[in-house]
T-cell receptor
Framework: GQQVMQIPQYQHVQEGEDFTTYCNSSTTLSNIQWYKQRPGGHPVFLIQLVKSGEVKKQKRLTFQFGEAKKNSSLHITATQTTDVGTYFCAGKWSGYALNFGKGTSLLVTP | GAVVSQHPSRVICKSGTSVKIECRSLDFQATTMFWYRQFPKKSLMLMAT?????????EQGVEKDKFLINHASLTLSTLTVTSAHPEDSSFYIC?????????????FGEGSRLTVL
């Protein structure tokens, strides 16, 4: 089936450093969503991107959707320890279901 | 936001027995729910799409006779792991969209950790 590839798998940063995770699909997406899962928790919705070239910001988080709607990124500026968790992108092509990327686990040390 | 509740949160069973996991949308109706499986430190693997009043749609490689899904009402979907074996041990998590559309935020249940001895 259709998949989104997500990199890196792990990222360890010092508090205050920036962090970026990338997702890529070989085919054009209908939309892409981003979720955060804290250790021991369930995924929580962050944002949905629908339009080509769309950029959305949530405080220190910046989400981008590529012009071809095949790739997306999540960038966190000046990470904090509260940013720890696994960030998943989830792609939708058609129908109802989302397919999740493998996730990027972020560890932030103070 | 909308709330999805899953029960039980943890279950331990013997090999060969069946286990039922419930997923409820507490404050909205969900014509479609999704069941995922997550291995430790791994991604969410979509198992099936549960459709209220009709058969579930299973992803490739997921045994429909092994993982029985019933979506009998607009607020409840159940996943039954039949004749469970140790390799079925995993974290099972459901999700749903408010409004039943094909786009929009997914609300996840808390997940159910199954351990098969």
């Amino acid at each position: 089936g259709q998949q989104v590839m997500q990199i890196p798998q792990y990222q360890h940063v010092q508090e205050g450093e920036d962090f970026t995770t990338y997702c890529n699909s070989s085919t054009t997406l209908s939309n892409i969503q981003w979720y955060k899962q804290r250790p021991g928790g369930h995924p929580v919705f962050l944002i949905q991107l629908v339009k080509s070239g769309e950029v959305k910001k949530q405080k220190r988080l910046t989400f981008q959707f590529g012009e071809a709607k095949k790739n997306s990124s999540l960038h966190i500026t000046a990470t904090q320890t509260t940013d720890v968790g696994t960030y998943f992108c989830a792609g939708k092509w058609s129908g109802y279901a989302l397919n999740f990327g493998k996730g990027t686990s972020l560890l932030v040390t103070p | 936001g909308a709330v999805v509740s899953q029960h039980p949160s943890r279950v331990i069973c013997k090999s060969g027995t069946s286990v039922k996991i419930e997923c409820r949308s507490l404050d909205f109706q969900a014509t479609t729910m999704f069941w995922y499986r997550q291995f430790p430190k791994k991604s969410l693997m979509l198992m099936a799409t549960s459709n209220e009043g009709s058969k579930a749609t299973y992803e490739q490689g997921v045994e429909k006779d092994k993982f029985l899904i019933n979506h009998a009402s607009l607020t409840l979907s159940t996943l039954t792991v039949t004749s469970a074996h140790p390799e079925d041990s995993s974290f099972y998590i459901c999700s749903a969209r408010e409004g039943g559309g094909s786009t929009g935020e997914l609300f996840f249940g808390e997940g159910s950790r199954l351990t098969v001895l």
